[in-house]
């Protein structure tokens, strides 16, 4: 009886691959951010095309130059990011936000592969 609930579900609903489409934790993405990240992708396809030995290295160095700038922008970014909402959590408008991290936790954590209720 449960296979048969489940294929049916399926078939009707379809099934999707679990899998999220961008970041998972987006909120303290900045331009900063964005443009450090589209350098260090750059540089890295720059050093995929190389095939000369010194250029090479050079364009490695740049690489991990830029590698360096896009990891401190993100940790920049999001101390920042997080300083403020904390900032924000201990006002009084905060308050409102507390119950919204904790139902969106809750979300996270339940199990979706069992199903229990169908409803139609």
Known sequence: MATMITTVANE???????????????????VDVHTKIKDKQHSFRDLLRCTDEEERLRVGETYKKAKRKAKKAVTEAKNTAYKQMYERLERKEGEHDMFKFSKARERRRQDLGVVKFIKG
């Open 12 to 30: 009707t609903l379809g099934v999707t691959t679990g899998k999220t489409s961008g970041h998972k934790e987006s909120w303290w993405w900045n």
